[in-house]
């Protein structure tokens, strides 16, 4: 079975230009995440969905990061306009909502430096 | 919030040493997961804890939660090369965060021959 997949897996960009990063979940799954990892502040939550719906936002950092998640099957999240601190490696997840203690599964990340 | 505390930070050792990483919190979660996670990769599930005072073996790993339902720890016996990596423990909040887990900082444990 194909696992959360991510696009792209790095992405280099100047300071003040729009970057758009991909998500296809695992086929069935109800819940989509979306985390920063830096090494400074580890693992952080930034949004999560429940079937396509935000369900909790307040781990986004401002107003210049959105996602959006149009159907089952994919999710977007956007910074626009970039800055240098936003360099991290973004992960996305997915997990089942069947019971408290479903697992969830990430993909590989996308590694984003702000020049 | 709730936190989770992961300690130590990073651990040296040598092939065959024992070692344990304990994650605890002042708060109460309705289970606790323990992730490995590989450099370019995500993290990936070792176990999960539901029950206070479980304890959960896989192999060498020894997993245990809390009899409180606050803290748990992973000891590794006899650790090998190949178990060198970035140890996550993340608590489930349930309640009206169900679904969402709040991860600790992590433990980089390094395994030499």
């Known amino acids: 079975d194909a696992g959360v997949i991510q696009s792209p897996r790095h992405e280099v960009t100047e300071m003040g230009q729009e970057v758009t990063l991909r998500c296809k979940p695992i086929s069935g799954h109800d819940y989509l995440f979306w985390y920063r990892q830096t090494m400074m502040r580890g693992l952080e939550l930034l949004i999560y969905?429940?079937?396509?719906?935000?369900?909790?936002d307040s781990g986004m950092p401002e107003d210049r990061f959105s996602a959006k998640m149009p159907n089952a099957s994919f999710s977007t999240l956007k910074i626009q306009p970039s800055e240098p601190r936003d360099s991290a490696v973004y992960f996305c997840a997915s997990s089942l909502a069947q019971g408290r203690n479903q697992p969830q599964h990430f993909g590989d990340g996308t590694r984003l430096s702000i020049l | 919030t709730q936190l989770l505390e992961q300690s130590p930070q990073f651990l040296s050792i040598q092939e065959g040493e024992n070692l344990t990483v304990y994650c605890n919190s002042s708060s109460v979660f309705s289970s606790l997961q323990w992730y490995r996670q590989e450099p370019g990769e995500g993290p990936v599930l070792l176990v999960t804890?539901?029950?206070?005072?479980e304890v959960k073996k896989l192999k060498r790993l020894t997993f245990q939660f809390g009899d409180a339902r606050k803290d748990s720890s992973l000891h590794i016996t006899a650790a090998q090369p190949g178990d060198t990596g970035l140890y996550l423990c993340?608590?489930?909040?349930?309640?009206?965060?169900?679904?969402?887990?709040?991860f600790g900082q992590g433990t980089i444990l390094t395994v030499h021959p």
């Open positions: 969905f429940n079937n396509n719906v935000p369900i909790d």
């Open positions: 993340a608590g489930a909040a349930g309640g009206t965060s169900y679904g969402k887990l709040t």
């Open positions: 804890v539901v029950t206070g005072g």
